[in-house]
T-cell receptor, first 116, second 112 residues
Framework: GAVVSQHPSWVICKSGTSVKIECRSL??????MFWYRQFPKQSLMLMAT?????????EQGVEKDKFLINHASLTLSTLTVTSAHPEDSSFYIC????????????FGPGTRLLVL | KQEVTQIPAALSVPEGENLVLNCSFT??????LQWFRQDPGKGLTSLLL?????REQTSGRLNASLDKSSGRSTLYIAASQPGDSATYLC???????????FGKGTTLSVSS
């Protein structure tokens, strides 16, 4: 149990286009999901906290108009990178916290984005 | 603001060795501390989670300890195997339900 999926796993897009990444908790409800970004040989950095039914909370330095987050249901959060540029190329990972039980976050497999 | 540091950044050992990975954090008021494994180009696999009230957790050949007063955690891997080769990340959470703050990881290579 406690599986989190991400789609797509790998995307290449042209500069200026928008890319949507989905994060789903497959077998549990998650009121809260987190979006992280990882640059090569760097650690995961929190981008934003996604809450079902309310606006996301963004970390300092993360542009909310560029990285649109929608937590549409208790099992789905989406991250849309708008007008993507090469510097947005990164590994994006989401995690979901189960609404009950242990305080463990379950991580998705990640989405690798390459902007040409 | 919490900062998490991992030393060393990289470690190479021969198969069969016991080894210790180190993690330190600046704010001792943590809620929990977690160790993850990340294979190249992959997501995270949770290894061990230690609540702030606990001193250690064990799973198979892995043992993680937590010393809040000194701001340190260690991950002990016994009888290392080539399959243990990966990057190991340490992360802390300062409150229930909040995001994790990660260290940069230790990349482990175990040679056969």
């Amino acid at each position: 149990g406690a599986v989190v999926s991400q789609h797509p796993s790998w995307v290449i897009c042209k500069s200026g286009t928008s890319v949507k990444i989905e994060c789903r908790s497959l077998d549990f409800q998650a009121t809260t999901m987190f979006w992280y970004r990882q640059f090569p040989k760097q650690s995961l950095m929190l981008m934003a906290t996604s809450n079902e039914g309310s606006k996301a909370t963004y970390e300092q330095g993360v542009e909310k108009d560029k990285f649109l987050i929608n937590h549409a249901s208790l099992t789905l959060s989406t991250l849309t990178v708008t007008s993507a540029h090469p510097e947005d190329s990164s590994f994006y990972i989401c995690s979901a916290k189960r609404d009950w039980g242990k305080e463990t976050q379950y991580f998705g497999p990640g989405t690798r984005l390459l902007v040409l | 603001k919490q900062e998490v540091t991992q030393i060393p950044a990289a470690l190479s050992v021969p198969e069969g060795e016991n080894l210790v990975l180190n993690c330190s954090f600046t704010d001792s008021a943590i809620y929990n501390l977690q160790w993850f494994r990340q294979d190249p180009g992959k997501g995270l696999t949770s290894l061990l989670l230690i609540q702030s009230s606990q001193r250690e957790q064990t799973s198979g050949r892995l043992n993680a300890s937590l010393d809040k007063s000194s701001g340190r955690s260690t991950l002990y891997i016994a009888a290392s195997q080539p399959g243990d080769s990966a990057t190991y990340l340490c992360a802390s959470s300062n409150q229930a339900g909040t995001a994790l703050i990660f260290g940069k990881g230790t990349t482990l290579s175990v040679s056969s």
